[in-house]
DNA sequence: GCCAACGTTGGC
DNA sequence: GCCAACGTTGGC
């Protein structure tokens, strides 16, 4: 069973833009250093897919779609002392952090932002829509994914069919 | 094991 | 820039 996600980045940091225009639109998801984020970094298999989310910008948003490539390997930024990333308590015969790489699937022609997210049926439970929630991994539930993309599909049908 | 202090996140 | 919410640290 498919198992589905969010990222958060902030645009500053890494964009989704930033990922359009990597090598064969792929990138490792470097930088997580929260347990619960790292744990749920180990849960993810290859073929899951997730929202690409925006924080700390105007609007905050979900600006795309990516799948994890690669499963949870353990993460050698943190051994490197020269990293913004090393963490000295993680060391390669035990590694404390892991990345996973994901590739986009694709970029949304327009954001769905945060204020929209909080008007759609369905999403009460959502965890990035919990207050007070940082998690920059979290799971999201299936029918919340489908609530999501049905409504882009909404979207879609209105672009290509005006009034 | 408790909890105060602190640093960070992220919406507003 | 503000500040609430949260996670981590470290003294006790």
């Known amino acids: 069973m498919k198992q589905y996600w969010l990222f958060k980045s902030e645009p500053t940091t890494f964009s989704i833009d930033d990922l359009v225009k990597s090598p064969r639109q792929t990138t490792c998801w470097e930088g997580v250093r929260n347990y619960q984020a790292r744990n749920f970094l180990k849960s993810m298999k290859v073929g899951d897919l997730g929202f690409f989310y925006h ?24 051994f490197d002392s020269k990293s913004r990333y090393f963490d000295p308590r993680s060391v390669p015969d035990v590694p404390r952090w892991f990345l996973v790489d994901i590739r986009l699937v694709k970029k949304f022609p327009r954001a769905l932002s945060l204020e929209q997210l909080r008007g759609i049926n369905g999403l009460e439970k959502m965890e990035l829509l919990r207050k007070g929630s940082r998690l920059s991994v979290q799971p999201v539930r299936p029918e919340e994914w489908q609530r999501v993309e049905g409504l882009l599909q909404d979207r879609k049908m209105t672009q290509s069919n005006p009034r």
Request: hydrophobic letters at 45%; a negative charge.
């Open 55 to 78: 924080s700390n910008t105007d609007p905050p948003a979900i600006v795309g779609i990516v799948q994890v490539v690669k499963a949870a390997y353990p993460d050698c930024f943190a």
